[in-house]
Protein backbone atom coordinates (compact mmCIF):
# COMPACT_ATOMS: atom_id res chain seq x y z
CA UNK A 1 0.00 0.00 0.00
CA UNK A 2 1.12 3.69 -0.83
CA UNK A 3 2.39 5.79 2.02
CA UNK A 4 -0.99 8.36 0.77
CA UNK A 5 -2.99 5.07 1.43
CA UNK A 6 -1.17 4.09 5.06
CA UNK A 7 -2.11 7.62 6.02
CA UNK A 8 -5.67 7.58 4.99
CA UNK A 9 -6.27 4.54 6.74
CA UNK A 10 -4.68 6.10 9.76
CA UNK A 11 -6.82 8.83 9.71
CA UNK A 12 -9.68 6.89 8.77
CA UNK A 13 -8.73 4.96 12.18
CA UNK A 14 -8.16 7.51 14.17
CA UNK A 15 -11.27 9.13 13.65
CA UNK A 16 -13.56 5.76 14.19
CA UNK A 17 -11.96 4.76 17.49
CA UNK A 18 -12.40 8.64 18.72
CA UNK A 19 -16.27 8.82 17.70
CA UNK A 20 -16.97 5.16 18.97
CA UNK A 21 -15.06 5.37 22.70
CA UNK A 22 -14.22 8.18 24.90
CA UNK A 23 -10.71 7.25 25.70
CA UNK A 24 -7.61 9.55 26.73
CA UNK A 25 -4.35 9.62 24.58
CA UNK A 26 -2.60 7.06 26.64
CA UNK A 27 -5.45 5.00 25.63
CA UNK A 28 -6.22 5.59 22.46
CA UNK A 29 -2.24 4.76 21.41
CA UNK A 30 -2.51 1.73 23.87
CA UNK A 31 -5.33 0.66 21.25
CA UNK A 32 -3.26 1.56 18.49
CA UNK A 33 -0.47 -1.22 19.21
CA UNK A 34 -2.65 -3.78 18.55
CA UNK A 35 -5.07 -2.21 16.00
CA UNK A 36 -5.40 -4.14 12.60
CA UNK A 37 -4.41 -1.33 10.50
CA UNK A 38 -0.98 -1.53 12.40
CA UNK A 39 0.10 -4.76 11.17
CA UNK A 40 3.58 -3.64 12.05
CA UNK A 41 2.39 -3.15 15.64
CA UNK A 42 4.29 -0.06 15.82
CA UNK A 43 4.07 2.50 18.66
CA UNK A 44 2.55 5.90 17.51
CA UNK A 45 4.38 8.70 18.77
CA UNK A 46 2.95 11.42 20.37
CA UNK A 47 3.97 14.33 17.99
CA UNK A 48 2.63 11.92 15.26
CA UNK A 49 -0.96 11.58 17.34
CA UNK A 50 -0.93 15.09 17.00
CA UNK A 51 0.02 15.72 13.40
CA UNK A 52 -2.73 13.44 12.74
CA UNK A 53 -5.12 14.80 14.19
CA UNK A 54 -4.04 18.20 12.72
CA UNK A 55 -4.12 16.39 9.06
CA UNK A 56 -7.67 15.05 9.84
CA UNK A 57 -9.25 18.66 10.86
CA UNK A 58 -7.32 20.54 7.23
CA UNK A 59 -8.79 17.58 5.22
CA UNK A 60 -12.24 16.12 6.73
CA UNK A 61 -12.65 19.59 8.66
CA UNK A 62 -13.19 17.31 11.82
CA UNK A 63 -12.14 18.69 14.87
CA UNK A 64 -10.56 16.33 18.01
CA UNK A 65 -10.19 18.13 20.78
CA UNK A 66 -9.15 16.74 24.37
CA UNK A 67 -12.10 17.24 26.99
CA UNK A 68 -10.01 18.05 30.08
CA UNK A 69 -13.28 18.35 32.15
CA UNK A 70 -14.70 14.74 31.40
CA UNK A 71 -11.18 13.44 32.30
CA UNK A 72 -8.89 14.19 29.26
CA UNK A 73 -10.55 12.37 26.69
CA UNK A 74 -10.63 12.63 23.01
CA UNK A 75 -14.03 13.96 21.36
CA UNK A 76 -14.79 15.17 17.61
CA UNK A 77 -15.86 18.87 18.59
CA UNK A 78 -19.36 19.40 17.77
CA UNK A 79 -19.40 23.17 15.62
CA UNK A 80 -23.12 23.06 14.97
CA UNK A 81 -23.73 22.69 11.84
CA UNK A 82 -23.17 18.56 11.17
CA UNK A 83 -20.38 19.38 9.35
CA UNK A 84 -18.90 15.84 9.74
CA UNK A 85 -21.75 13.69 9.24
CA UNK A 86 -21.56 13.01 5.50
CA UNK A 87 -18.04 12.12 4.94
CA UNK A 88 -16.95 11.27 8.66
CA UNK A 89 -20.22 9.28 8.63
CA UNK A 90 -19.06 7.26 5.10
CA UNK A 91 -15.42 6.85 6.65
CA UNK A 92 -16.95 5.67 9.72
CA UNK A 93 -18.94 2.92 7.75
CA UNK A 94 -15.90 1.91 5.76
CA UNK A 95 -13.53 1.64 8.65
CA UNK A 96 -15.93 -0.55 10.77
CA UNK A 97 -16.48 -3.14 7.66
CA UNK A 98 -12.86 -3.32 7.19
CA UNK A 99 -12.02 -3.75 11.17
CA UNK A 100 -14.77 -6.66 11.17
CA UNK A 101 -12.96 -8.28 8.16
CA UNK A 102 -9.36 -8.19 8.94
CA UNK A 103 -9.98 -8.87 12.73
CA UNK A 104 -12.48 -12.05 11.67
CA UNK A 105 -10.69 -14.00 8.76
CA UNK A 106 -13.63 -16.22 8.64
CA UNK A 107 -16.03 -13.62 7.52
CA UNK A 108 -13.78 -12.76 4.17
CA UNK A 109 -15.53 -14.99 2.20
CA UNK A 110 -19.07 -13.72 3.53
CA UNK A 111 -18.59 -9.90 2.86
CA UNK A 112 -19.12 -8.84 -0.80
CA UNK A 113 -17.89 -5.43 -1.50
CA UNK A 114 -18.69 -3.50 -4.98
CA UNK A 115 -14.92 -1.96 -6.16
CA UNK A 116 -14.50 1.07 -7.48
CA UNK A 117 -11.61 1.16 -9.62
CA UNK A 118 -8.50 3.19 -8.67
CA UNK A 119 -9.58 4.50 -5.82
CA UNK A 120 -7.33 4.40 -3.24
CA UNK A 121 -4.10 5.10 -5.94
CA UNK A 122 -4.92 9.07 -6.79
CA UNK A 123 -7.99 9.65 -4.37
CA UNK A 124 -5.40 10.47 -1.33
CA UNK A 125 -2.79 12.13 -3.69
CA UNK A 126 -5.50 14.61 -5.04
CA UNK A 127 -6.70 15.23 -1.31
CA UNK A 128 -3.42 16.40 -1.01
CA UNK A 129 -3.46 18.68 -3.57
CA UNK A 130 -6.43 19.95 -2.87
CA UNK A 131 -5.14 20.67 0.98
CA UNK A 132 -2.10 22.04 -0.36
CA UNK A 133 -3.41 24.15 -3.27
CA UNK A 134 -1.22 22.63 -5.76
CA UNK A 135 -2.57 22.13 -9.74
CA UNK A 136 -1.67 18.39 -11.02
CA UNK A 137 -0.66 17.60 -14.44
CA UNK A 138 -2.78 14.26 -15.70
CA UNK A 139 -3.18 12.38 -18.92
CA UNK A 140 -6.27 11.09 -18.84
CA UNK A 141 -8.06 7.99 -21.32
CA UNK A 142 -10.97 10.05 -22.94
CA UNK A 143 -13.45 7.37 -24.37
CA UNK A 144 -14.34 9.94 -27.00
CA UNK A 145 -11.10 11.13 -28.14
CA UNK A 146 -7.63 9.25 -28.28
CA UNK A 147 -5.85 12.39 -27.23
CA UNK A 148 -3.80 11.82 -24.60
CA UNK A 149 -2.07 14.81 -24.21
CA UNK A 150 -1.20 16.10 -20.67
CA UNK A 151 -2.71 18.97 -19.38
CA UNK A 152 -2.87 20.65 -15.93
CA UNK A 153 -5.55 20.57 -13.68
CA UNK A 154 -6.71 22.82 -10.08
CA UNK A 155 -8.58 20.28 -8.15
CA UNK A 156 -11.70 21.64 -6.38
CA UNK A 157 -13.50 18.61 -5.09
CA UNK A 158 -13.54 14.86 -5.24
CA UNK A 159 -16.65 13.01 -5.94
CA UNK A 160 -18.01 9.39 -5.55
CA UNK A 161 -20.58 8.18 -8.38
CA UNK A 162 -21.94 4.71 -9.74
CA UNK A 163 -18.67 3.30 -8.34
CA UNK A 164 -16.08 5.58 -9.55
CA UNK A 165 -14.41 8.81 -8.03
CA UNK A 166 -14.39 11.59 -9.61
CA UNK A 167 -12.56 15.32 -9.25
CA UNK A 168 -14.08 18.43 -10.31
CA UNK A 169 -11.46 21.06 -11.33
CA UNK A 170 -10.46 23.53 -13.50
CA UNK A 171 -8.55 23.22 -16.43
CA UNK A 172 -7.65 25.67 -18.97
CA UNK A 173 -10.78 25.09 -21.43
CA UNK A 174 -12.69 25.69 -18.35
CA UNK A 175 -14.47 23.20 -15.18
CA UNK A 176 -14.27 19.53 -15.97
CA UNK A 177 -14.79 16.21 -14.12
CA UNK A 178 -12.21 13.67 -14.73
CA UNK A 179 -13.18 9.92 -13.77
CA UNK A 180 -10.16 9.30 -11.67
CA UNK A 181 -9.99 5.18 -12.73
CA UNK A 182 -9.13 6.72 -16.32
CA UNK A 183 -6.33 8.65 -15.25
CA UNK A 184 -3.07 7.77 -17.07
CA UNK A 185 -0.47 9.84 -15.38
CA UNK A 186 -0.75 11.77 -12.37
CA UNK A 187 1.99 14.06 -11.18
CA UNK A 188 1.57 17.41 -8.67
CA UNK A 189 2.96 20.83 -10.75
CA UNK A 190 4.26 22.29 -7.32
CA UNK A 191 2.58 25.39 -8.97
CA UNK A 192 -0.30 27.36 -6.70
CA UNK A 193 -3.53 28.01 -7.23
CA UNK A 194 -6.22 29.71 -5.80
CA UNK A 195 -9.75 28.13 -4.67
CA UNK A 196 -12.47 30.89 -5.35
CA UNK A 197 -13.41 31.86 -1.80
CA UNK A 198 -17.22 31.01 -3.00
CA UNK A 199 -16.80 27.89 -4.56
CA UNK A 200 -19.08 25.08 -2.82
CA UNK A 201 -18.87 21.83 -4.15
CA UNK A 202 -21.96 20.36 -2.90
CA UNK A 203 -23.84 23.51 -4.29
CA UNK A 204 -22.02 22.76 -7.42
CA UNK A 205 -23.69 19.30 -7.98
CA UNK A 206 -27.22 20.33 -6.14
CA UNK A 207 -29.06 20.82 -9.66
CA UNK A 208 -27.63 17.37 -10.87
CA UNK A 209 -28.22 14.00 -10.25
CA UNK A 210 -24.46 12.60 -10.16
CA UNK A 211 -21.72 13.95 -11.84
CA UNK A 212 -23.15 15.34 -14.94
CA UNK A 213 -23.41 19.43 -15.10
CA UNK A 214 -24.65 21.36 -17.93
CA UNK A 215 -23.41 25.06 -18.02
CA UNK A 216 -25.96 27.83 -18.26
CA UNK A 217 -29.05 25.31 -17.47
CA UNK A 218 -31.35 26.05 -15.48
CA UNK A 219 -32.81 23.46 -13.44
CA UNK A 220 -36.67 22.11 -13.88
CA UNK A 221 -39.54 21.09 -11.82
CA UNK A 222 -39.90 17.48 -13.36
CA UNK A 223 -42.56 14.99 -12.29
CA UNK A 224 -42.70 11.35 -12.53
CA UNK A 225 -45.24 8.31 -11.66
CA UNK A 226 -44.36 5.58 -9.85
CA UNK A 227 -46.11 2.02 -9.43
CA UNK A 228 -47.20 0.79 -6.14
CA UNK A 229 -44.53 -1.70 -4.59
CA UNK A 230 -41.63 0.25 -6.35
CA UNK A 231 -42.46 3.59 -4.84
CA UNK A 232 -41.32 2.16 -1.52
CA UNK A 233 -37.73 2.15 -2.69
CA UNK A 234 -37.84 5.48 -3.57
CA UNK A 235 -39.28 6.47 -0.25
CA UNK A 236 -36.99 4.76 1.46
CA UNK A 237 -33.50 6.03 -1.08
CA UNK A 238 -34.97 9.02 -2.92
CA UNK A 239 -33.33 9.85 -6.22
CA UNK A 240 -32.33 13.26 -5.19
CA UNK A 241 -32.16 15.54 -2.51
CA UNK A 242 -34.93 17.23 -4.25
CA UNK A 243 -37.19 14.62 -3.89
CA UNK A 244 -40.86 15.22 -2.79
CA UNK A 245 -44.30 12.77 -2.56
CA UNK A 246 -46.88 14.56 -4.82
CA UNK A 247 -49.73 12.33 -4.79
CA UNK A 248 -49.99 8.61 -3.23
CA UNK A 249 -53.04 6.64 -5.26
CA UNK A 250 -54.13 3.48 -5.27
CA UNK A 251 -51.40 1.58 -7.63
CA UNK A 252 -49.00 4.57 -7.94
CA UNK A 253 -47.60 7.28 -6.20
CA UNK A 254 -46.06 10.65 -7.84
CA UNK A 255 -42.43 12.22 -6.98
CA UNK A 256 -41.58 15.92 -7.86
CA UNK A 257 -37.52 16.88 -8.56
CA UNK A 258 -35.84 20.40 -9.01
CA UNK A 259 -32.28 19.38 -10.88
CA UNK A 260 -31.27 19.61 -14.37
CA UNK A 261 -31.91 16.36 -16.27
CA UNK A 262 -28.92 15.34 -17.74
CA UNK A 263 -27.88 12.29 -18.96
CA UNK A 264 -27.15 10.11 -16.24
CA UNK A 265 -30.48 11.38 -14.42
CA UNK A 266 -32.79 10.01 -17.90
CA UNK A 267 -30.46 6.83 -17.49
CA UNK A 268 -31.89 6.40 -14.03
CA UNK A 269 -35.08 6.79 -15.22
CA UNK A 270 -34.85 4.32 -18.21
CA UNK A 271 -33.49 1.66 -15.82
CA UNK A 272 -36.54 1.80 -13.94
CA UNK A 273 -38.69 0.29 -17.11
CA UNK A 274 -42.24 0.33 -17.45
CA UNK A 275 -42.41 0.89 -13.37
CA UNK A 276 -42.06 4.76 -13.90
CA UNK A 277 -43.11 7.50 -16.54
CA UNK A 278 -42.16 10.97 -16.96
CA UNK A 279 -45.06 13.41 -16.63
CA UNK A 280 -43.55 16.36 -17.24
CA UNK A 281 -42.01 18.80 -18.59
CA UNK A 282 -42.96 17.71 -21.86
CA UNK A 283 -39.87 17.74 -23.51
CA UNK A 284 -37.95 15.40 -20.87
CA UNK A 285 -41.47 13.09 -21.36
CA UNK A 286 -41.03 12.91 -25.20
CA UNK A 287 -36.94 12.43 -25.42
CA UNK A 288 -38.04 9.90 -22.21
CA UNK A 289 -40.48 8.17 -24.73
CA UNK A 290 -38.45 8.21 -27.98
CA UNK A 291 -35.40 6.23 -26.09
CA UNK A 292 -37.89 3.42 -25.01
CA UNK A 293 -38.96 3.33 -28.55
CA UNK A 294 -35.81 3.38 -30.01
CA UNK A 295 -35.02 0.50 -27.56
CA UNK A 296 -38.16 -1.15 -28.36
CA UNK A 297 -37.14 -0.98 -32.45
CA UNK A 298 -34.01 -2.55 -31.59
CA UNK A 299 -35.41 -6.03 -30.12
CA UNK A 300 -38.12 -5.98 -32.58
CA UNK A 301 -34.91 -6.08 -35.11
CA UNK A 302 -35.72 -3.08 -37.54
CA UNK A 303 -32.99 -0.88 -36.71
CA UNK A 304 -29.43 -0.32 -35.45
CA UNK A 305 -27.77 1.29 -32.77
CA UNK A 306 -27.17 5.09 -33.13
CA UNK A 307 -23.58 6.68 -33.20
CA UNK A 308 -22.57 9.31 -30.41
CA UNK A 309 -25.73 11.68 -29.06
CA UNK A 310 -24.59 14.95 -29.22
CA UNK A 311 -27.09 15.58 -26.82
CA UNK A 312 -26.16 13.72 -24.21
CA UNK A 313 -22.78 15.46 -24.15
CA UNK A 314 -22.13 17.09 -20.64
CA UNK A 315 -19.37 18.98 -18.87
CA UNK A 316 -18.00 15.57 -18.15
CA UNK A 317 -15.00 14.34 -19.81
Known amino acids: ?42 PMPEKTFHNHIDAIEEIFNLRIRCNRAAGGVYEIEDDGDGGDSGLADWLLSTISVSNAIQESAGLRRRIIFENIPSGEKYLMPLIEAMRD ?36 GRTAKGMRTYALDRIVKF ?50 LPLHHSQSLVERS ?12 TFDFIQELLSHGDALEVLSPEPLRSLVAGKVADMNAFYAGGRQFPGDDASVEADIR
Open 187 to 236: EETGEKFVLPADFDAEEYFSDSFGIYTLENVKPQRILIKVSEGQDRYFDS
Open 250 to 261: RGFSVYAYRLIP
Open 133 to 168: SVSVRLVYDNFRRPDHAPFVLEPYCVKVSKQRWYVL
Open 1 to 42: MSNSGTLFRRYVWLINTVRRYRLTRSEILARWADAAENDRHL
